[in-house]
């Protein structure tokens, strides 16, 4: 299969678009004892968390209490019996890391702020529609369950799906291409027949008033 039958027209690897370290690794399979381990625990928490009726903050809340509570105990503790302070990092933001931190917000914002305004003045109806898919499919999924589900699921499908991807890429490819080239057809008809004729009848009615 050439290159301008790959998705996106890739041509690298899938291994290598993840990264092609330990993540990707992990992602792919190809080390299958951490990513059936990853499973595993997450599995496991999701059952506590439902059967204990905990959320994620209450949870995290309570961890976070315990361990300041055994610090605290045991900074004091050291300071009258004359022990050693508990072994704790650094604990310090340098003005680079924030900086970088800022920038990328900075920038993501940004793009942001951007596409809102051009979906919003009409400019990128590609875009507009786009969006819509997305905040329809958010809301659907949103409805249907809860967030520590949906990260459990979220977490399922990223460790699944591009291992069986990479295995089956060959056959997902033409199929995928084969569609996107018909909802292309059907875009360009939808826009000759409907937005096209919309859009010139704005242009119409802004120059008659």
């Known amino acids: 299969m050439g290159s301008s039958d790959r998705l996106f027209n890739r041509q690298r690897t ?32 999701w059952v506590v968390f439902e059967l204990s009726g905990y959320t994620l903050l209450s949870l995290v809340s309570s961890v976070f209490l315990l361990l300041v509570s055994i610090l605290f105990l045991w ?3 050291a300071a ?3 022990r050693p302070a508990p072994p704790l990092p650094n604990l310090y933001l340098s003005e680079e890391i924030v900086n970088e931190v800022a920038a990328f917000i900075r920038t993501r914002t940004n793009t942001l702020l ?3 305004q051009d979906i919003a003045l009409g400019k ?4 507009f ?11 659907v999924v949103g409805g249907l369950t809860d967030f520590l589900t949906l990260g459990y699921i979220s977490l399922v499908i990223v460790l699944t799906v591009p291992g069986l ?6 056959y997902i490819d033409r199929y995928v291409m084969m569609g996107y080239r018909k909802l ?13 004729k919309v859009q010139k009848w704005i242009l119409e009615k802004r120059k008659l008033s």
């Open 114 to 116: 951007q596409v809102s």
């Open 165 to 170: 991807y990479e295995q089956y890429e060959d």
């Open 129 to 139: 529609f786009k969006v819509a898919a997305y905040l329809w499919l958010i809301s």
């Open 124 to 127: 990128d109806s590609r875009m």
């Open 14 to 45: 899938v291994h290598q678009i993840l990264g092609g370290g330990l993540v990707a690794d992990v992602m792919l399979w190809r080390q299958k004892n951490l990513t059936v381990g990853i499973l595993s625990v997450t599995l496991a928490a």
């Open 75 to 77: 900074a004091k503790s």
């Open 184 to 196: 292309q057809l059907l875009y360009m008809k939808l826009d000759e027949e409907c937005i096209s």
């Open 80 to 82: 009258i019996l004359n």
